[in-house]
């Protein structure tokens, strides 16, 4: 047979890409990359995805990535569209983020030849003109082998063993003097008292956070308590703050509370995302506090991002700088709109004097406009899209 009539095989600049921990934003890239036919290969430290009470309601920079993913419809089917938040129709999709990353990792290792490592835990990262590598051990028993690719990406969170390795302990921000306990409840909010599908409490030491996040009438409750007690002490505090803000002061046999976790909150921002083949995204790369969301939505439009960059390489499209505009264009978004707007949040619902914010808060302010105004809130929330860029833009163009 004429060899000019079989098929050329491309010849791809890279050939796999090794991702740092299965949670979110990792499995996300993952999905994305691997659907895109990139080959990927996740290690991750646990044995199991994580099960604790996490994020749950994803704001509207971050589904362009779930369809794109091609996860959007089953994201509604398996949960829901919050449209009522606070009165307002804000289409927030909202799905249990240990049910999100299950979703997730089926779809990589079960429909795209993604592959997962579990119980690999990454103790350090190099990389050389080849490749990069991690060091990983496994298991519990001591063992150690190095694990290569072409690219290390550390999707490993707020302690990310890659974000060490390349900066040691330098994690330019701050730790708020403030502690907050998130919980998964059940508790009759809309039933019983007509509230929202999520609501916010303003209060200088009782603010809290109500969210629904299962049809059945499973509710986030995130709310503030005193900063440096053990976990043990907030447990046995729980009952006491549930009767105090919740309405309706409900005694421990009139809910029921299916998880518990106390966190710290950072703002915090690593000073490169890129260093050679060792890049990092969502709180491996920043932090910021959990209220209105901008943590899980900021670290999914990271990988987003990302993805665009790896796959322009992939198909020729772009070469390696692209993968500096990545850092450079992440990190600007982080210090224009994720920080300074989550900082403002946080502050916002645990005001001191909760009777005179409403005065003193342009965006309430703009809010309250926008119920009576829908052309007006439109605008107002195509704002947060603000927070995504096209890297695709920077893709050589066509001959």
Same mark, same amino acid.
């Given at each position: 047979?004429?060899?000019?009539?079989?098929?050329?095989?491309?010849?791809?600049?890279?050939?796999? %890409?090794?991702?740092?921990?299965?949670?979110?934003?990792?499995?996300?890239?993952?999905? &994305?990359?691997? #659907?895109?036919? @990139?080959?990927?290969?996740?290690?991750?430290?646990?044995?199991?995805?994580?099960?604790?009470?996490?994020?749950?309601?994803?704001?509207?920079?971050?589904?362009?990535? $779930?369809?794109?993913?091609?996860?959007?419809?089953? @994201?509604?089917?398996?949960?829901?569209? &919050?449209?009522?938040?606070?009165?307002?129709?804000?289409? +927030?999709?909202?799905?249990?983020?240990?049910?999100?990353?299950?979703?997730?990792?089926?779809? %990589?290792?079960?429909?795209?030849?993604?592959?997962?490592?579990?119980?690999?835990?990454?103790?350090?990262?190099?990389?050389?003109?080849?490749?990069?590598?991690?060091?990983?051990?496994?298991?519990?028993?001591?063992?150690?082998?190095?694990?290569?690719?072409?690219?290390? %990406?550390?999707? =490993?969170?707020?302690?990310? %063993?890659?974000?060490?390795?390349?900066?040691?302990?330098? /994690?330019?921000? /701050?730790?708020?003097?403030?502690?907050?306990?998130?919980?998964?409840?059940?508790?009759?909010?809309?039933?019983?008292?007509? !509230?929202?599908?999520?609501?916010?409490?303003?209060?200088?030491?009782?603010?809290?956070?109500?969210?629904?996040?299962?049809?059945?009438?499973?509710?986030?409750?995130?709310?503030?308590? +005193?900063?440096?007690?053990?976990?043990?002490?907030?447990?046995?505090?729980?009952? !006491?703050? $549930?009767?105090?803000?919740?309405?309706?002061?409900?005694?421990?046999?009139?809910?029921?509370?299916?998880? $518990?976790?106390?966190?710290?909150?950072?703002?915090?921002?690593?000073?490169?995302?890129?260093?050679?083949?060792?890049?990092?995204?969502?709180?491996?790369?920043?932090?910021?506090?959990?209220?209105?969301?901008?943590?899980?939505?900021?670290?999914?439009?990271?990988?987003?991002?990302?993805?665009?960059?790896?796959?322009?390489?992939?198909?020729?499209?772009? =070469?390696?700088?692209?993968?500096?505009?990545?850092?450079?264009?992440?990190?600007?978004? !982080?210090?224009?709109?994720?920080?300074? @707007?989550?900082?403002?949040?946080?502050?916002?619902?645990?005001?001191?004097?909760?009777?005179?914010?409403?005065?003193?808060?342009?965006?309430?302010?703009?809010?309250?406009?926008?119920?009576?105004?829908?052309?007006?809130?439109?605008?107002?929330?195509?704002?947060?899209?603000?927070?995504?860029?096209? /890297?695709?833009?920077?893709? #050589?163009?066509?001959?």
């Amino acid at each position: 047979m004429d060899s000019s009539s079989t098929p050329q095989e491309v010849k791809r600049p890279f050939s796999k %890409v090794v991702i740092i921990g299965a949670g979110p934003s990792g499995l996300l890239l993952a999905l &994305l990359l691997a #659907k895109h036919g @990139i080959p990927v290969h996740i290690l991750e430290a646990s044995s199991q995805l994580d099960s604790q009470p996490r994020a749950a309601h994803y704001g509207p920079p971050a589904i362009p990535e $779930f369809v794109r993913a091609g996860i959007a419809d089953a @994201i509604r089917a398996r949960g829901m569209v &919050l449209s009522d938040v606070e009165g307002m129709d804000l289409r +927030t999709h909202c799905l249990p983020l240990q049910e999100l990353d299950r979703l997730m990792l089926d779809e %990589v290792t079960g429909k795209y030849g993604g592959t997962i490592a579990w119980e690999h835990r990454v103790v350090g990262v190099g990389q050389d003109a080849e490749g990069a590598w991690c060091e990983v051990e496994v298991g519990g028993g001591g063992e150690r082998k190095v694990v290569r690719g072409d690219y290390v %990406v550390g999707c =490993d969170g707020a302690n990310s %063993v890659v974000r060490r390795s390349l900066f040691g302990d330098e /994690f330019p921000g /701050f730790t708020w003097d403030a502690q907050i306990i998130a919980t998964n409840t059940y508790y009759p909010f809309e039933e019983k008292f007509g !509230w929202h599908d999520a609501n916010f409490i303003i209060h200088p030491e009782h603010f809290f956070m109500a969210a629904r996040i299962t049809r059945d009438g499973l509710y986030r409750i995130t709310y503030g308590e +005193t900063p440096g007690l053990t976990r043990d002490e907030y447990l046995a505090r729980q009952p !006491w703050k $549930f009767e105090t803000i919740l309405p309706g002061h409900p005694k421990p046999d009139e809910y029921k509370m299916v998880n $518990f976790s106390p966190y710290k909150m950072h703002q915090r921002c690593a000073p490169k995302f890129r260093v050679g083949r060792v890049l990092l995204a969502a709180d491996a790369a920043h932090l910021c506090n959990p209220w209105g969301g901008l943590g899980i939505t900021g670290g999914f439009v990271d990988v987003g991002g990302l993805y665009d960059c790896l796959a322009g390489i992939w198909d020729g499209k772009a =070469d390696e700088s692209i993968l500096d505009l990545y850092s450079e264009k992440r990190i600007e978004k !982080w210090k224009t709109i994720i920080d300074p @707007i989550s900082q403002e949040n946080f502050r916002r619902v645990s005001d001191k004097d909760p009777a005179t914010r409403f005065e003193r808060d342009e965006f309430m302010q703009l809010l309250k406009k926008g119920k009576t105004d829908e052309a007006f809130l439109k605008e107002l929330l195509t704002a947060p899209m603000d927070v995504r860029y096209d /890297f695709t833009q920077h893709y #050589k163009k066509a001959a």
